[in-house]
């Protein structure tokens, strides 16, 4: 379930990069394989693999977490806490969704909604919704290079792993990858670099957690979070809303 944390990116570089038929069928082909590879304990006991993997209504145990120690147990275990970690989640999604994941098409966020829902709905509805013109998706796909890809995806990771209720020893495998390179898409001295990636290494090697130890984590996180969005400020800043215009002017001769 923690690889779901980056299907926020994912599907957004899905829709930039591909036409958004190309793109619904590489969400197909994904579901499929995780359907087939389900098969063998779905067959034998489906509601119980299905609501292991998804316990949403587990209780989460205070002695367990590395990340928020520091804020104390009865905040830990509360439903307000639980609330906050979930608004936060949602804003910077929406947030990097807005200023950082979709800059390659040049639209706002409700602009780039729009024009997905008209081009899937075009094919159905020719006569009243219109579908992006080829040559915009083009320009769009083109922007679309690996290291966006990478920086979008471990982005969404890291907003989710900053958010999450409690971080258990074993995300430290996705963590400890991703740190490198969103520290290094930051734009911060390479000393600084150094500095956040001991410190993050020293806190999730002491056991049991610490208040100092939770602190650092949360820490560290956030700043690489922040740090890979302020360190691509200036990506894409030469595109413009020409797609929108495009558009509209498609719109307009039809």
Same mark, same amino acid.
């Given at each position: 379930?923690?690889?779901?944390l980056?299907?926020p990116?994912i599907g957004?570089i899905?829709?930039? *990069?591909l036409?958004?038929?190309?793109a619904?069928? &590489?969400?197909f082909?994904?579901?499929q394989?995780?359907f087939i590879? &389900?098969?063998? +304990?779905?067959?034998?006991?489906? #509601?119980? $693999?299905?609501?292991?993997a998804?316990?949403?209504?587990r209780?989460f145990? /205070?002695k367990?977490?590395?990340?928020w120690r520091?804020? =104390?147990?009865?905040t830990?275990?509360?439903?307000e806490f639980? +609330?906050?970690l979930?608004?936060?989640n949602?804003?910077l999604?929406?947030? !990097?969704?807005?200023t950082?994941w979709?800059r390659?098409? =040049?639209?706002?966020l409700?602009d780039?909604i729009?024009?997905?829902v008209?081009?899937?709905m075009?094919?159905?509805m020719?006569?009243?919704f219109?579908p992006?013109p ?10 679309v290079t690996p290291s +966006?890809?990478?920086?979008t &995806?471990?982005?969404s ?6 958010? *999450?209720r409690?971080?258990?020893?074993? +995300? $430290? *495998?996705y963590?400890?990858? @991703?740190?490198? !390179? ?8 390479p000393v600084?670099?150094y500095?956040?990636? *001991? ?6 090697n002491v #056991?049991? @957690?610490t208040?100092a130890s939770?602190?650092?984590v949360?820490?560290c996180?956030i700043?690489?979070?922040f =740090? ?6 200036k990506? /894409?800043?030469?595109v413009?809303t020409?797609?929108i ?7 307009r001769?039809?």
């Amino acid at each position: 379930m923690s690889i779901l944390l980056a299907g926020p990116a994912i599907g957004s570089i899905l829709l930039l *990069a591909l036409p958004i038929r190309r793109a619904l069928n &590489a969400v197909f082909l994904m579901a499929q394989v995780q359907f087939i590879l &389900a098969l063998p +304990f779905t067959r034998v006991n489906a #509601y119980g $693999y299905i609501g292991r993997a998804f316990e949403f209504t587990r209780r989460f145990l /205070f002695k367990w977490t590395v990340n928020w120690r520091f804020v =104390g147990e009865e905040t830990f275990l509360s439903r307000e806490f639980s +609330f906050a970690l979930a608004v936060a989640n949602i804003s910077l999604l929406i947030f !990097f969704l807005n200023t950082r994941w979709i800059r390659p098409s =040049g639209m706002h966020l409700w602009d780039f909604i729009s024009t997905v829902v008209s081009t899937a709905m075009s094919s159905v509805m020719p006569a009243a919704f219109k579908p992006l013109p080829k040559d915009v998706q083009e320009q769009i796909s083109r922007r679309v290079t690996p290291s +966006f890809i990478l920086t979008t &995806a471990l982005s969404s990771l890291s907003i989710g792993t900053l958010s *999450a209720r409690s971080l258990h020893y074993q +995300f $430290y *495998a996705y963590i400890a990858w @991703s740190t490198p !390179f969103l520290l290094w898409k930051s734009g911060i001295h390479p000393v600084l670099i150094y500095i956040v990636w *001991a410190a993050q290494e020293w806190s999730w090697n002491v #056991y049991p @957690s610490t208040t100092a130890s939770s602190l650092l984590v949360v820490l560290c996180l956030i700043i690489q979070v922040f =740090g890979a969005w302020w360190g691509t400020r200036k990506e /894409f800043s030469d595109v413009s809303t020409s797609s929108i215009k495009q558009i509209d002017k498609q719109n307009r001769t039809r």
